[in-house]
């Protein structure tokens, strides 16, 4: 499964935080592929969405935190 299409599925999962900052990260992804922020901004962003103290704050399941920073590190090509 690739990154975008673990987002679309994380949009509906249950836990509101995870669906809410799976809606972002589409967005993001959006702006980045019409050019409307420049890679290294998309970059930024996209760890804002993953920094460790509000995730841990949020997350419910560990299962779709570790789905949910996967997809994220693997959009923002950070891996």
């Given amino acids: 499964m690739s990154y975008k299409e673990d987002l679309e599925q994380l949009t509906t999962c249950g836990d509101i935080w995870a669906e809410e900052r ?33 995730l841990d704050e949020s997350a419910t399941s560990v299962e779709i935190k570790s789905m949910f920073v996967g997809a994220i590190m693997l959009g923002a090509q950070l891996v």
């Fill in 22 to 54: 799976a809606k972002l990260a589409q967005g993001l992804i959006k702006s980045f592929e019409s050019g409307s922020i420049d890679q290294s901004e998309y970059q930024e962003l996209m760890q804002d969405l993953i920094r460790t103290d509000a």
